[in-house]
């Protein structure tokens, strides 16, 4: 049996960029939206482990940045060696001047999630979870219909499509998504596995508040510190590699021992178990979960579309705004996904607020937002090409490679470091 609801703006999907929606929209004081998501339990896989500067100066915007910054761990810095010495330091101090979040904050997404989400509940809103979008149907009145797996079916003026890179909303309004430059990421990173892992030993080489990345033939392994848990005095490490594809196809369950060889083969030596090149062994202990992806980047050709779209009276039509990893996707190259997407959702609710209290809702404010955030995509999809470009050819063959030599010299120059922790922190992106 189906039933009936009809709210001026749905949101769909209560992942952080929904739920950042959500919270802006009540920050400027709208409360007439629902959110809805498909899943009614995430589990505990989170691969966004990283909220930068400008991201918490957003997030501190609808009141949730300094209860994220209490879980969470400080990042100082991010190292990148050649596994055995560090060649490119940049620390984020550097950017004390221009905000009062200086580092950049190490927490999973699924505990940035609970606190946005218990944020959420605070003020009174829950979310309509286990609800699979299955259709759009537009109504004489200019509104349109969502209708759900379920038999459920909201009315609605307004969708934000905040429902993950394969987006039903963007699929629903035919929106294309591609590549912005035709240009597939290096098939040496193209495969990728994330893990969150406990060693065997808290031990002093284990980085305590830097990401560190380390590259060598070909090859790229992260390694991040995370938060213990409440449950748990563990200590948490994000662990990151790719997979070359002469080393076959990805397993879709990385074991311990997959990971612990590919963490002997191209990780910092001195996390290696081999006692032949580490005189103090460290090894894998636990695997708490294990992923596999592969690397790519696409772009939305609209962030904006109206139902129906052949009327000139936008009082009638339904207005459908993506958000995202829905309007956008790029490799996980300096952790700007996640971001990238919540200064999405906390600028959308400022901009649709504003739309709404405008003159005859003036779609001019909707459409300048959507072209800055494109705008800001872009970029970011750019830099993240950039940096994957250094990780490859810091990663080649060292003789007579000059990409290689002018990059470690580079990376020499203090300007240039402090450059690397400026566009990570997105303070110029926002």
Request: overall charge neutral.
């Amino acid at each position: 049996m189906s039933t009936s609801e009809q709210t001026h703006v749905l949101i769909v999907g209560a992942g952080p960029t929904g739920l950042s929606t959500a919270l802006s929209l009540l920050n400027q004081g709208f409360h007439d939206f629902l959110i809805v998501e498909e899943t009614s339990s995430k589990g505990p896989a989170s691969r966004a482990i990283t909220i930068h500067a400008a991201t918490l100066e957003a997030l501190d915007s609808i009141h949730c940045a300094d209860p994220l910054v209490d879980l969470g761990i400080k990042g100082e810095g991010m190292e990148v060696s050649d596994r055995s010495s560090t060649f490119l330091a940049a620390t984020f101090s550097s950017l004390a001047p221009y905000t009062r979040f200086p580092f950049v904050l190490l927490l999973s997404q699924s505990t940035t999630e609970e606190v946005l989400e218990a944020r959420l509940l605070k003020l009174g809103v829950s979310i309509l979870k286990s609800e699979k979008v299955v259709g759009l149907k537009s109504k004489d009145d200019g509104s349109v219909q969502v209708l759900f797996e379920s038999g459920k079916v909201i009315s609605t003026r307004y969708v934000v499509g905040a429902d993950g890179a394969r987006s039903t909303i963007r699929h629903l309004v035919n929106i294309g998504f591609t590549d912005p430059d035709g240009m597939p990421v290096d098939e040496q990173l193209n495969q990728m596995i994330l893990a969150d892992v406990v060693f065997s030993s808290d031990s002093i080489v284990l980085p305590k508040n830097t990401v560190q990345g380390t590259t060598s033939a070909g090859r790229v392994f992260l390694t991040v510190p995370l938060p213990k848990s409440a449950e748990s005095d563990e200590s948490v490490y994000r662990i990151g590699f790719n997979v070359p594809i002469s080393s076959g196809p990805l397993p879709s369950s990385p074991s311990t021992v997959y990971l612990q060889q590919f963490l002997n083969d191209q990780g910092p030596v001195q996390l290696s178990s081999d006692p032949s090149i580490n005189p103090n062994p460290i090894y894998i202990s636990k695997t708490i979960w294990a992923t596999r992806f592969r690397t790519h980047a696409a772009i939305a050709d609209k962030f904006l579309v109206h139902i129906p779209p052949d009327i000139s009276d936008s009082t009638r039509r339904t207005a459908v705004i993506l958000v995202g990893d829905a309007a956008h996707i790029h490799a996980p190259a300096g952790g700007l996904g996640m971001n990238l997407g919540i200064r999405d959702g906390i600028d959308l609710g400022v901009a649709l607020s504003a739309h709404l209290k405008s003159p005859n809702e003036d779609n001019g404010v909707l459409e300048e937002y959507t072209s800055i955030r494109r705008r800001r995509a872009l970029s970011t999809i750019r830099l993240t090409k950039r940096i994957m470009y250094v990780i490859g050819a810091l990663g080649a063959t060292r003789f007579l490679n000059i990409s290689y030599w002018g990059i470690r010299l580079l990376a020499l120059i203090p300007f240039l470091r402090r450059l690397v922790a400026w566009n990570l922190s997105g303070l110029g992106n926002r």
